[in-house]
């Protein structure tokens, strides 16, 4: 592989990776040293198989981020409404005795589940 093409390929993973939220300079460079190997190029193109099959670069990289191995390295949400990688599921907190007597257990049943309510 030529230095022009390897150069290329350096620069496409790096802009894959930032649009995936992977922006820690010392993770990018981690990240860089996983996914390189996976690179081929046939004629001008490059392509990357992820184990799902060859595809470009970019969408690769993004099916990887949030994959086991790549959601690691991607930079948690920050401000007042980030989610993070929870999917933006957030944990409902319910109060209630499910471990009381059978009237203190069906009023914390029926305040987690008010659709069950007749």
Do not use: C, Y
Request: net charge neutral.
């Amino acid at each position: 592989m030529t230095k022009g093409k390897k150069a290329k390929i350096n620069a496409d993973l790096t802009d894959a990776l930032s649009a995936s939220g992977i922006t820690n300079p010392a993770f990018v460079k981690a990240a860089r040293a996983l996914l390189e190997p996976r690179v081929a190029m046939d004629t001008d193109e490059a392509s990357m198989d992820i184990g799902l099959g060859p595809m470009g670069i970019a969408e690769a990289v993004k099916r990887w981020a949030v994959g086991d191995e790549g959601k690691s390295f991607v930079a948690p949400a920050k401000g007042d409404n980030a989610k993070g990688n929870d999917g933006g599921h957030q944990q409902q907190q319910v109060k209630g005795d499910f471990g009381g007597d059978p009237k203190a257990r069906a009023a914390a049943i029926a305040a987690k589940f008010p659709e069950l309510e007749a």
